[in-house]
């Protein structure tokens, strides 16, 4: 029953709770912050714009534009049904199951504080792409988050090789920090739209985490063994 990593995952129940704690405050914060400033931007979000507008080359644009559908629901949503179907042959009808609702909570949180917080989208430079929801959190960036972050999360939960785990989750941060990145410099969020984006994601992946890890647990009933004479031995 890969005692080793139940027992692990046990252990880290405390801190994912923390985790998700500290996460879900960090959010508030911001969006608190933004909602008072009627979403004007702050010295971060200014300098990483002006920062990220001055460096804009046509090759870096076509580039920057590859990079951020790595997070549009138009490539992952087919991706995740394909893996959802995928994991469901393989036999891993829980982890399916819990991946396709960590995807489908990223998105609905990310929706429901776009409407609560409504900031608008950034203004001061020419915006390579056009967007027609509200800025924070970055929809994108909390996509790639919870697509690539639940799949380092599987990687944790079938691979005991340390190697293994560590690759998943340096793929993951990189993919995902290409891809707030990648909204910033094309001019469709503000800096701290996508710090919003990757907590509201984390969330998600930690919740996912967990579940798949409890949903694992092995039974704590004692099994019954019989002896040849017929009588029961605990």
């Known amino acids: ?18 985790a998700c704690a500290i996460l879900s405050a960090g959010i508030a914060v911001l969006a608190h912050e933004v909602k008072e400033d009627h979403g004007t931007p702050d010295t971060l979000d200014l300098r990483i714009g002006d920062m990220a507008s001055r460096v804009r080359t046509p090759r870096l644009d076509r ?3 590859a990079v951020t559908r790595l997070g549009d629901w ?8 394909l893996l ?9 009808r829980v982890s399916a199951l819990l991946f396709a609702g960590s ?5 609905g949180l990310s929706s429901l504080l776009k409407v ?9 430079w020419p915006a390579l792409v056009v967007e027609s929801t509200y800025s924070y959190p970055s929809g994108h960036t909390v996509m790639a988050t919870v697509f690539f972050g639940g799949l380092a999360a599987i990687v944790f939960h079938l691979r005991r090789d340390r190697a293994a785990r ?8 990189a993919v995902v920090l290409l891809v707030a990145t990648s909204r910033v410099y094309l001019g469709a969020h503000w800096a701290t739209d996508t ?7 984390m969330i998600w992946v930690l919740i996912y985490a967990a579940a798949i890890e409890f949903a694992a647990k092995p039974s704590s009933k004692t099994p019954v063994r019989v002896d040849p004479s017929g009588k029961s031995v605990k």
Request: glycine share 8%; net charge positive.
């Open 116 to 124: 609560l917080v409504t900031r608008a989208r950034p203004h001061l």
């Open 84 to 92: 959802i179907v995928v994991f469901w042959q393989a036999g891993h």
């Open 63 to 65: 580039i920057m534009s």
């Open 195 to 201: 710090i919003g984006g990757m907590m509201t994601g």
């Open 166 to 173: 560590v690759a998943a989750v340096a793929f993951a941060a």
């Open 1 to 18: 029953m890969r005692p080793k990593i139940l027992s692990f995952a046990f252990l880290s129940f405390p801190f994912i709770f923390l």
């Open 74 to 81: 138009q490539l992952l949503v087919p991706a995740t049904i």
């Open 103 to 107: 995807v489908l909570g990223g998105f």
